[in-house]
């Protein structure tokens, strides 16, 4: 149903998105954390926009696993080990796969979620990237068992994870170094989730356009 | 801020450069990398380990890296974890065929980029295990931390699963006793003065002339509680009452006792620390089989201490006994 040339697409957009929002991302995060985090995502997604070229004809489960590692190797602090985790799970889904149907895509997106779960120990609710992503996901399993198409229910999770960054203004940071603010970190948009939503707008995006 | 330093931002580089030009027959450092690694790595047919960590804290880990100890140690930036990549260019580097155990201080971002390094070693079908040290008593939950922290009872993990391994013990094995030693194993360290790391040029926290911190963190990190200085009988019975209280020692129980310097404490200091600690030993009836005196876990320039003491059983002290030959700890 989907070709591994979309992904290829989505990662690009991602980065262009993560890279356009730099500034904006590093300031939510000089409120509550270590104002690096739009900084750090996007030497991330210029490293993998220079693999972007190599990934060309690979299947779903090695252009995802070069995005893990791309990150992992170039983002640093807590946001490297968990997108890359969250890439890194998704691709052994997909592995060898060069089209993907819908239960290849919450495979992929439970096993990112299950992936960044385990590496941060963390849940929904602790003001972290979860707070986006897990939203984001229940709702596409929902739009999907509610026999909605693959463009409708991505933009069901966009909203969701919309939400789910609103939300995380209300919340304590439990996670990270924001929790050091405790209570003083209410009020405050978490910049990890709306990393997370930004990237899930971006595959949107593509979606519409094809 | 007064170092001898050139570049803050080169202090990791010319560190590590410095190390493997003072012990050319211990370390060689793997290429493109921030990891120091046995000369002789890999050793076929052992189980190998591997440690590391915000740089900071030498000779941890580097130091320990040699025969009977570690096989290779990843060094982060100053009080940073070393990110996953680095940590796995160190297990495939010294991954000798049966394994590798990762002995990681339980720091969040320490135990994720390990944690993330040992996924990324078993898709290369690299067998891995890890061990999470968490020794100090002091605080439960802290600025880096989930639970208690891992500070200079590290070194007593790497020594005995060290000769475990040297010994040929399997990878199971090497980690039951590693777990075992991190059981028996229980810290608390207290400071003088804060320590400055470089790319910050200020004092990690502040601490007045007649003051000590209890159970400061050896990044700054806050401790129990600050008081005034105490003559050092005083100092070690704060320590050890709060060590013993969590560890229930009883009569005749065999230990080992280590009194590590931050970084900033003359060994005078540290001798005077271990005369109390071992006359408050005898006074309970614990018997001390070996002492170690030194510096093992620092805190760049931070005055200060940490006592350790580690529950021996017959096959801890074995393992304690056992050879090692590494350029910061030799036992021979």
Same mark, same amino acid.
């Given at each position: 149903?989907?070709?591994?040339?979309?992904?290829?697409?989505?990662?690009?957009?991602?980065?262009?998105?993560?890279?356009?929002?730099?500034?904006?991302?590093?300031?939510?995060?000089?409120?509550?954390?270590?104002?690096?985090?739009?900084?750090?995502?996007?030497?991330?997604?210029?490293?993998?926009?220079?693999?972007?070229?190599?990934?060309?004809?690979?299947?779903?489960?090695?252009?995802?696993?070069?995005?893990?590692?791309?990150?992992?190797?170039?983002?640093?602090?807590?946001?490297?080990?968990?997108?890359?985790?969250?890439?890194?799970?998704?691709?052994?889904?997909?592995?060898?796969?060069?089209?993907?149907?819908?239960?290849?895509?919450?495979?992929?997106?439970?096993?990112?979620?299950?992936?960044?779960?385990?590496?941060?120990?963390?849940?929904?609710?602790?003001?972290?990237?979860?707070?986006?992503?897990?939203?984001?996901?229940?709702?596409?399993?929902?739009?999907?068992?509610?026999?909605?198409?693959?463009?409708?229910?991505?933009?069901?999770?966009?909203?969701?994870?919309?939400?789910?960054?609103?939300?995380?203004?209300?919340?304590?940071?439990?996670?990270?170094?924001?929790?050091?603010?405790?209570?003083?970190?209410?009020?405050?948009?978490?910049?990890?989730?709306?990393?997370?939503?930004?990237?899930?707008?971006?595959?949107?995006?593509?979606?519409?356009?094809? | 801020?007064?170092?001898?330093?050139?570049?803050?931002?080169?202090?990791?580089?010319?560190?590590?450069?410095?190390?493997?030009?003072?012990?050319?027959?211990?370390?060689?450092?793997?290429?493109?990398?921030?990891?120091?690694?046995?000369?002789?790595?890999?050793?076929?047919?052992? !189980?190998?380990?591997?440690? /590391?960590?915000? $740089?900071?804290?030498?000779?941890?880990?580097?130091?320990?890296? #040699? *025969? =009977?100890?570690?096989?290779?140690?990843?060094?982060?930036?100053?009080?940073?974890?070393?990110?996953?990549?680095?940590?796995?260019?160190?297990?495939?580097?010294?991954?000798?065929?049966?394994?590798?155990?990762?002995?990681?201080?339980?720091?969040?971002?320490?135990?994720?980029?390990?944690?993330?390094?040992?996924?990324?070693?078993?898709?290369?079908?690299?067998?891995?295990?890890?061990?999470?040290?968490?020794?100090?008593?002091?605080?439960?939950?802290?600025?880096?931390?989930?639970?208690?922290?891992?500070?200079?009872?590290?070194?007593?993990?790497?020594?005995?699963?060290?000769?475990?391994?040297?010994?040929?013990?399997?990878?199971?094995?090497?980690?039951?006793?590693?777990?075992?030693?991190?059981?028996?194993?229980?810290?608390?360290?207290?400071?003088?003065?804060?320590? !400055?790391?470089?790319?910050? /040029?200020?004092? $990690?926290?502040?601490?007045?002339?007649?003051?000590?911190?209890? #159970? *400061? =963190?050896?990044?700054?990190?806050?401790?129990?509680?600050?008081?005034?200085?105490?003559?050092?009988?005083?100092?070690?019975?704060?320590?050890?009452?709060?060590?013993?209280?969590?560890?229930?020692?009883?009569?005749?129980?065999?230990?080992?006792?280590?009194?590590?310097?931050?970084?900033?404490?003359?060994?005078?200091?540290?001798?005077?620390?271990?005369?109390?600690?071992?006359?408050?030993?005898?006074?309970?009836?614990?018997?001390?089989?070996?002492?170690?005196?030194?510096?093992?876990?620092?805190?760049?320039?931070?005055?200060?201490?940490?006592?350790?003491?580690?529950?021996?059983?017959?096959?801890?002290?074995?393992?304690?006994?056992?050879?090692?030959?590494?350029?910061?700890?030799?036992?021979?």
């Amino acid at each position: 149903m989907c070709n591994s040339n979309i992904l290829i697409k989505i990662i690009e957009n991602m980065g262009k998105n993560i890279i356009e929002n730099k500034d904006y991302l590093t300031e939510l995060d000089r409120v509550i954390g270590d104002a690096d985090h739009g900084i750090n995502m996007s030497k991330g997604f210029s490293a993998v926009d220079a693999k972007l070229d190599e990934m060309n004809g690979k299947d779903w489960g090695s252009i995802l696993k070069t995005v893990a590692m791309t990150l992992i190797s170039t983002v640093g602090g807590a946001s490297g080990p968990l997108y890359g985790t969250a890439f890194l799970r998704a691709s052994t889904v997909v592995d060898g796969k060069m089209e993907i149907d819908k239960e290849d895509i919450i495979n992929m997106f439970e096993q990112a979620v299950e992936g960044i779960k385990m590496r941060g120990k963390s849940d929904k609710g602790d003001k972290t990237i979860l707070d986006a992503l897990i939203p984001a996901f229940e709702a596409l399993k929902l739009a999907y068992e509610e026999g909605k198409d693959t463009k409708t229910a991505f933009k069901m999770a966009e909203e969701a994870a919309l939400e789910g960054v609103e939300y995380t203004k209300n919340i304590i940071a439990k996670k990270g170094r924001a929790s050091y603010l405790g209570e003083r970190s209410i009020g405050h948009q978490d910049p990890g989730a709306t990393s997370t939503y930004i990237m899930i707008k971006s595959i949107n995006e593509v979606l519409e356009q094809n | 801020m007064k170092k001898i330093i050139n570049h803050k931002e080169d202090v990791v580089e010319e560190m590590l450069q410095g190390m493997v030009k003072a012990h050319p027959e211990y370390l060689k450092r793997i290429d493109d990398s921030n990891v120091l690694v046995r000369k002789d790595a890999p050793i076929k047919g052992k !189980v190998a380990l591997v440690s /590391g960590g915000g $740089s900071g804290h030498e000779p941890a880990h580097g130091g320990f890296v #040699g *025969l =009977g100890m570690l096989d290779g140690a990843a060094a982060g930036e100053v009080f940073t974890s070393p990110t996953p990549e680095q940590i796995l260019k160190g297990i495939k580097a010294v991954d000798g065929g049966k394994g590798v155990l990762l002995i990681i201080k339980n720091y969040s971002g320490d135990v994720m980029n390990f944690e993330m390094a040992a996924e990324l070693a078993q898709m290369e079908g690299i067998e891995v295990q890890q061990v999470i040290v968490n020794d100090d008593v002091a605080v439960e939950d802290s600025t880096f931390t989930v639970g208690r922290r891992g500070i200079a009872g590290t070194i007593f993990v790497h020594k005995i699963a060290g000769a475990a391994a040297e010994k040929g013990m399997d990878l199971d094995d090497v980690k039951r006793v590693a777990e075992k030693t991190i059981k028996n194993v229980k810290s608390m360290g207290m400071s003088l003065t804060p320590c !400055v790391v470089p790319g910050v /040029g200020k004092p $990690s926290c502040e601490i007045g002339e007649d003051e000590m911190e209890i #159970g *400061l =963190g050896i990044h700054g990190e806050p401790g129990i509680r600050k008081e005034k200085i105490k003559p050092a009988r005083e100092i070690a019975n704060i320590l050890l009452s709060n060590i013993l209280e969590d560890m229930k020692l009883e009569k005749d129980d065999e230990v080992a006792v280590m009194v590590n310097g931050l970084g900033g404490t003359p060994l005078m200091e540290l001798y005077i620390l271990n005369r109390e600690v071992d006359n408050l030993l005898n006074e309970k009836g614990i018997k001390i089989y070996k002492t170690l005196v030194g510096e093992y876990m620092t805190s760049l320039e931070m005055a200060g201490a940490s006592i350790s003491v580690l529950k021996l059983d017959d096959e801890l002290k074995q393992l304690l006994d056992a050879k090692a030959d590494t350029p910061a700890f030799r036992i021979l």
